[in-house]
């Protein structure tokens, strides 16, 4: 579970810079419009610094997306990541029948929510 929970922090880091960068904002922009430091974005960014759900939504309203729309392009891009690594794992063991190309994916969604 905490490699699913590193995956879907890091493609939520991931989504917020590219947002940010989508919106020509630079770390110190965005973190002035927030009242914060610079570092307070960059420590996000990089993942030294997790965000609570507050600021979650705060940091998305002021990059002009709803919470829902992140949260949608997180699970597409989880959803393509599972089909690539089922891909890579059918092609790496075909002698073995571990992976099927028919077999559904997890509900990963439902692993996060788990605690």
Known sequence: MQGDVAVLDSTIRRLLRDHRKAKALTQATLAARLGLPQSFIAKI???ERRLTAAELITLCRHLGM???ELVAQVV????????????ANVATSKSSHKYSAHREPPDRIG???KS
């Open 45 to 47: 960014e990089t993942g």
């Open 66 to 68: 709803d919470v829902q």
């Open 76 to 87: 597409t891009q989880l959803e393509q990541r599972y089909v690539i690594d089922e891909a």
């Open 111 to 113: 692993k996060f929510e």
